[in-house]
């Protein structure tokens, strides 16, 4: 599985942004889909995820700011930001996620960078 995220810059505090982040190769059988974000100094941290099905999943950080979608036939994610803050700096990284025979594979796009500043 390959991702490529698109999205992601400078932005005011109160401002947008909409992340993407596009799945190619063997795609078949990813159970999930989402965004990690990683600030300088800090651990890497869920933000929200998309299932197959549709179930979504947030941090409660990002909980009525955020919101995830999934475009099936373009096997892409959006991340939609709304009223960024400082704290939502960091570099954002999409997963896909698949299970095979009760194990977990993981894969990464490469990180983009989202800076909140004035």
């Known amino acids: 599985v390959q991702l490529q995220a698109y999205g992601g810059g400078l932005v005011q505090p109160g401002g947008s942004l909409r992340l993407s982040c596009a799945a190619s190769?063997?795609?078949?059988?990813?159970?999930?889909m989402g965004w990690y974000r990683q600030a300088p100094g800090e651990q890497r941290e869920l933000v929200a995820n998309i299932s197959s099905a549709g179930g979504t999943n947030y941090a409660d950080s990002v909980k009525g700011r955020f919101t995830i979608s999934g475009d099936n036939p373009k096997n892409t994610v959006y991340l939609q930001m709304d009223d960024l803050k400082p704290e939502d700096t960091a570099v954002y990284y999409c997963?896909?996620?698949?299970?095979?025979?009760?194990?977990?594979?993981?894969?990464w796009g490469q990180g983009t960078q989202v800076t909140v500043s004035s």
């Open positions: 190769g063997s795609i078949f059988g990813i159970s999930s």
């Open positions: 997963y896909a996620r698949k299970w095979y025979l009760g194990d977990r594979y993981d894969y």
